[in-house]
């Protein structure tokens, strides 16, 4: 395969600049048409690299895999590495010229540029020194991504850093794609690309939101909670030291995935946060940021992915003002990516509440408003239409509180999902096993109102399963408890604030008829 280099001189040397390039760089022209071809040059890497560079289809969509350093030895990262990597659907070689036979049913090959089968991925399980002539190899071999799970570059310093200079030097001459170092690699469950060398990956379910950590153990734990959500992942990546892969990239390379409706960010710092924004508010999927750091972790965050933690406010202000939520903790990342995934994008902060017990619904209505949302007054017509639908209800105003579950709770649901200050409703039930939930009535409500519908519940795991799990087919986002569920209601009313300049200006319905605030207080009528 040829370099970098080589293929922009070719092509250089066939374009506009024409056959003088060649003499014009080795120096026997006139040193003004040296300049000329050199500002030519200089101007066509940039374009190219557009093309060449950082291309994240080979680390996520490889037609095959090679593991550089597979071990026979259980335990060890080439061990568990391969025995994640077989799951593949495409040709999983292992590579290392110590072993011979076979392992997980592929043949030993010595070397990249041996392996028959067609290989965009390697998985390189060996010393970080040894690292810059494995990605030479690499090259040579056609070999588009890389993951480097050894530790002891630039998080460390000194050498380290040299070392990741390196092979960021020999990656951009080949046009490699660098995932790591000191990572512990990413999933795509959909494909069964399980390249991580924890135990437990292939237990992770498929789902659609990308989580992006800069921790690969972070991103492991929000990979491993989506699977005990019962949500899991579209892809789970962990950054590490971010050589040539960061943030930017990932967050442009999921936003064009198919199977990814929301990407979660976990940030420790940046080096390069102006680019990182940037990518976030061009992408048209939701992003949703954890950025860690709120008191002084400095010297540890960056002995553990070379990441300068910098100022939270200003990271927190900065993701605000280019239209990200952000929130303080892993279980919410993923409930904030149910929210904006998997329902419609909200027009505004007025939260509509509908529970069938009191006390639940007001941990909702303070949480809701401490997270940022407003309960607004509901019209007249809906008050009148629940009024019918249940004469005599605890409480028809918001939250609308029925006192119990009962047949015509879907009905409740639906007159104030249909009201019009109302931009997100969210309904909260304990299970009763003789009535279940309203799945007909909330199965398709939200797209027939275009607005997001929460839904909260707490019983017996055993005798609520089914019906759960039909409210997930039916595309409703659940929640465990009261504060988890305000807390996602919370975001979908921060997120459409942050985004009421693309809706033209407009900061949702309009609340009138009075509304409690952020602050609790009801506002008055205008």
Known sequence: MATRSEVVLFALSNSVVGPRLSSSVSGSRHPSQCTTVRTRWENALPLFDEAWGVSLTHLFEPSGVAVVGASRTEGKIGYVAMANATNFEGPVSPVNPSESGELFGSE?????????????????????PAMPDVLEECGAAGIGAAVIYASGF?????DGAKLQEAIVEVADEHGISLLGPNTSGFLVPATDLRCSFASGVEEVPPGNTAVVAQSGGVAHVLAFQSRRQRRGVSAMVGLGNRANVGFAEAIEYFDGDDRTDSIVLHIEGTDDGRRLLEACRESDTPVIAYKVGQSDVG??????????????????????????PTVDATDDLLDAAAALGNAPTPSGPNVGVVTAQAGPGIIVTDRIQRAGGRLPELTVETKQRVDEILPGITYDDNPVDTGRPMPEFGEVVTA????????IVLVYELFEAALGFPVDTLGGLADRVDKPVLFATEGIEEELESERDALAAAGVPIFETPERAADAAGVLARYARLHADEAGGAGGRPPSGGSRGADGEVGRRE
Do not use: K, M, N, W
């Open 108 to 128: 030993f090959v010595p070397s990249v540029t041996e392996i028959d089968e067609p290989v965009d991925l390697a998985l390189c399980c060996v010393p970080g």
């Open 154 to 158: 630039a998080e460390a310093g000194g």
């Open 299 to 324: 010297a540890f965050a960056e002995s553990h992915t070379g990441a300068l933690t910098g100022d939270h406010e200003v990271y927190t202000a900065g993701f605000a003002q280019y239209g990200v």
């Open 416 to 423: 104030v999902a249909e009201d019009d200050r109302v931009d």
